[in-house]
């Protein structure tokens, strides 16, 4: 058994072994082990949109730096600056639209969707995150989307997190879900206001990412 300060090496992936079902909450599951045989080709994909639109770390509009870096695909992007947070069609660093969504993406969201009783889904925004040792994601909604009745498909690749689902106010204790290479969560209908996060992430190494965890994040922007 793992004692709470271990990191996880190369060789010692903690992935349940056979996808399967897991409930996070009404109208929110989680897909253990969906993607992971298509991991390496969203890996491979991700790597794509990057060269295109590097990873950065987003200020807030109260002026502090993100600590999970950020890119996007899509017809939109999301971003956060001085000016707030919102969907900009054009990357704010190069003034050049967002990189297309890779088929790849699209298929395992609308799979991953369908399997969660939310079909169709017709998601035209995917914002990638990077975390590495110590990045974390606060409790926040997802609502600067037009369309809320649209779920949200969560991607995990690479190092293991906690991720954090709460309720529809922030000061409910959010329940605590380890999240693994390949796992997918997928909330919507009456959870798709849920407080969620990521809690700080522990050092390690993952044979698929390295030192980080890569996650995507799939929504209908417009």
């Known amino acids: 058994m793992r004692g709470p300060g271990a990191t996880f090496s190369l060789f010692d992936d903690p992935q349940p072994p056979a996808p399967s079902f897991e409930p996070l909450a009404e109208g929110a599951v989680l897909l253990r082990g969906f993607a992971l045989d298509v991991a390496p080709a969203l890996l491979a994909a991700v790597a794509e949109v990057a060269a295109a639109a590097p990873f950065r770390h987003m ?15 899509g017809s939109f992007g ?30 395992l969201a609308t799979r991953a969707a369908a399997t969660a009783g939310y079909a169709p889904f017709e998601n035209d925004v995917c914002l990638v995150n990077r975390y590495e040792p110590g990045s974390r994601l606060t409790l926040h909604q997802d609502r600067d989307e037009r369309n809320l009745r649209a779920p949200i498909v969560s991607v995990s690749l690479g190092l293991p997190a ?8 922030r000061s409910i204790r959010p329940l605590r879900f380890p999240v693994f290479h390949g796992d997918v969560a997928v909330w919507g209908g009456p959870s798709r206001m849920a407080f969620h996060g990521i809690a700080p992430l522990k050092d390690g190494e993952h044979a698929a990412t390295g030192r980080c965890r890569i996650n995507l994040t799939f929504r209908r922007a417009r």
């Open 78 to 107: 999301w971003v956060s600056d001085p000016r707030g947070y919102r969907y900009d069609p054009r990357d704010p660093q190069s003034e050049m639209p967002w990189p297309r969504l890779p088929a790849v993406f699209l298929d």
């Open 162 to 169: 906690t991720f954090l689902f709460g309720g529809l106010e």
């Open 59 to 73: 200020i807030t509009p109260g002026g502090h730096r993100m600590s999970v870096a950020m890119t996007n695909c």
